[in-house]
């Protein structure tokens, strides 16, 4: 399984968006889809985003990628932008963001590594 990391994707003549996801690739398929809900962009072909876009990891916010438990199966938090009542996160077979309301979530203890 792949981390949830944080990704920054610029498209030429449009607003920067930031992205989570747990690739470059699917960070920029998940802003293509985002783009074209917003109708904003000039054409609709993939190749042309791609062709004008660019991509860049960047900083996690606080507890993005964290271990969590959500009604007792684990999962990952990851980050959704416009979204601040409910714990977005995604399982570990998928990379759809789903949300949770927070009584649903279980914190997990934070794992230290071993040592002599």
Not at 13 to 28: F, L
């Amino acid at each position: 399984m792949t981390a949830v990391r944080m990704f920054e994707v610029e498209l030429y003549g449009y607003e920067t968006i930031q992205v989570c996801a747990r690739t470059p690739a699917k960070a920029r398929a998940r802003a293509y889809a985002m783009f074209m809900e917003s109708r904003s962009v000039k054409s609709d072909s993939f190749h042309w985003f791609l062709v004008n876009s660019k991509i860049r990891s960047i900083p996690s916010p606080e507890r993005v990628g964290e271990r969590i438990l959500v009604n007792g199966l684990p999962a990952t938090r990851a980050w959704a932008r416009g979204h601040e009542h409910y714990v977005p996160f995604m399982r570990d077979d998928e990379d759809v963001i789903r949300f949770a309301h927070p009584g649903d979530v279980e914190y997990l203890p934070a794992q230290t590594p071993l040592g002599p």
